[in-house]
């Protein structure tokens, strides 16, 4: 595991603590650097671990998942008026996909995935750095849940070096009061008992259809080509050769042939690979 979180990130994860939520983490991080920290989270009720069932682990592969985030879109909301802008800009994905995509094949059914993707620019010496947060799971076959509830906001982190003690104060599937998502073709906006979730999407997979750049024109075009644009045979074979070992890995711990403190271990250095 390669965790690097420097000095101009660490004032940057969400500070004040949620103590009384009951969605816990436990260590170690699936993946973190100095702009991507991915943690499993768990739902607690009366200290006991609540089965939810989700469609856990699921395969999805980079390619697909780089293509959804490039179309998300919201409104963003300036102090007279409105624009549309893109959720994720080209470097974030190019930088996320891929071990978010592994993280998916990793977590269980009473788990979902909780992101923060830092956002580094000038202004961080002005302002402080800010970021997206949110969490990504499946509550039935084919369909990925994305709820966010910070979308290129100011963020703040603890003052140690830890992952593991980054706090997130919002649920982001009990947001119902943010600006909203724009739901790109073969997604929807979550609805409970007539009550819009703006910021919770719901992905149907097999419909979401590859694409080299984002539709919403929000943003300047990136001097550089966006992610996927052109095929990288190194770095594809890599990501396989991570595919192969975690699918490896996970027959392993299922058939009771490796300890699950020897799995946390072989599991953190093959996500390690995608830093190389």
């Known amino acids: 595991m390669n965790v690097r979180l420097t000095p101009a ?3 940057a994860a969400l500070a004040s603590g949620c103590s009384s939520s009951p969605w816990k983490r436990l260590p170690p991080p699936l993946y973190a650097t100095a702009n991507l920290v991915l943690l499993r989270e768990h739902l607690e ?9 989700y469609k856990h682990p699921m395969k999805l592969s980079a390619d697909k998942l780089a293509s959804l985030m490039s179309q998300l879109s919201y409104r963003h909301d300036h102090l007279l008026k409105s624009t549309r802008a893109n959720v994720f800009i080209p470097a974030e994905i190019d930088a996320s996909a891929e071990p978010i995509a592994l993280a998916l094949e990793e977590i269980q059914p009473d788990e979902r995935l909780r992101f923060l993707i830092v956002r580094s620019s000038w202004s961080d010496v002005l302002f402080g750095p800010s970021g997206t947060t949110g969490v990504m799971f499946s509550t039935e076959d084919g369909v990925l849940d994305i709820a966010l ?8 982190l ?13 649920d982001p599937t009990a947001l119902v009061d943010a ?15 007539g009550t819009l979730h703006p910021r919770w999407l719901k992905a149907r997979l097999a419909e979401i259809t590859p694409t080299v750049k984002s539709k919403v024109a929000a943003q300047p075009a990136p001097a550089t080509a966006p992610p996927n644009a052109a095929k ?6 890599r990501y396989q ?3 192969d070992r975690l699918d490896s890995l996970n027959r392993l711990r299922k058939d009771g042939a490796l300890a699950e403190e020897q799995y946390q271990i072989e599991f953190q250095k093959t996500m390690a690979e995608l830093d190389k």
């Open 45 to 53: 009720k009366d200290g006991q671990r609540v089965a939810l069932g």
């Open 149 to 156: 509830d910070k979308i290129d906001e100011g963020i703040h």
């Open 179 to 193: 600006s909203p998502l724009y739901p790109p073709t073969g997604t929807e906006l979550h609805t409970v008992s």
């Open 9 to 11: 990130i660490l004032c």
């Open 241 to 243: 050769r991570v595919r």
């Open 158 to 170: 603890p003052e140690s070096n830890e992952p593991m003690r980054i706090a997130f104060p919002d």
């Open 232 to 237: 990288d045979p190194e770095k594809e074979a």
